[in-house]
């Protein structure tokens, strides 16, 4: 059974920073093309950022570019965002899914506020 | 890159069909054939319903139909149940730079 399981969510203050992690199991891992979604609160989706299979290619919406950055450890089976200079407009669920769509995390939250 | 535009909302009986419209550019939409459908209950994560315009994963129920003719991708739900409630979002690939767009969102009412 495909699992992917985000960890690293919580409270952080405007211009802070925080690292997402999500842990991939039940799949080959390094074949896929991976990305991260977000969903602020009461409103739709939107995705953030995607990274290749093979981990050299990486992608990123206007909003986060410069700011986030998305990588892959395939010894780990784990995806990560790292997410700088944070404001307030970054405060969503964030989802970490193959980039196909077809399987999906539960969320973290995080929240950017003083 | 501006999200795709959907209705707010839709809404039919059960047994009924209900079509959401998802119109975006000829940048993502009208320029490739690779609109998704997601559905989403709340609190849950988003669940792949079609891809490809028309083609459904495994599990998904023939009930759930996709086109596209230009600009506008549409999701078709054909006899309507009550677990068909929820909000959905069409997503599009929109090119090298910015890869993929969702939609606006709309949340279908089983009344």
């Known amino acids: 059974e495909v699992q992917l399981l985000e960890s690293g969510g919580g409270l952080v203050q405007p211009g802070g920073s925080l690292r997402l992690s999500c842990a991939a199991s039940?799949?080959?891992?390094?074949?896929?093309?991976m990305s991260w979604v977000r969903q602020a609160p009461g409103k739709g989706l939107e995705w953030v950022a995607a990274?290749?299979?093979?981990?050299?290619?990486?992608h990123y919406a206007d909003s986060v570019k410069g700011r986030f950055t998305i990588s892959r450890d395939d010894s780990k089976n784990t995806l990560y965002l790292q997410m700088n200079s944070l404001r307030a407009e970054d405060t969503a669920v964030y989802y970490c899914a193959k980039y196909s769509g077809l399987h999906w995390g539960q969320g973290t939250l995080v929240t950017v506020s003083s | 890159q501006s999200a795709l535009t959907q209705p707010p909302s839709a809404s039919g009986s059960p047994g009924q069909s209900v079509t959401i419209s998802c119109t975006g550019t000829s940048s993502d939409v009208g320029g490739y054939n690779y609109v998704s459908w997601y559905q989403q209950h709340p609190g849950k994560a988003p669940k792949l319903m079609l891809f490809?315009?028309?083609e459904r994963p495994s599990g998904v129920p023939d009930r759930f139909s996709g086109s596209k003719s230009g600009n506008t991708a549409s999701l078709t739900v054909s006899g309507l149940q009550a677990e068909d409630e929820a909000d959905y979002y069409c997503?599009?690939?929109?090119?090298?730079?910015?890869?993929?767009?969702f939609g606006t969102g709309t949340k279908v009412t089983v009344l």
């Open positions: 990274i290749t299979d093979s981990g050299i290619s990486t």
């Open positions: 490809e315009v028309n």
């Open positions: 039940g799949f080959t891992f390094n074949s896929y093309d």
């Open positions: 997503s599009s690939y929109a090119g090298s730079n910015n890869l993929k767009v």
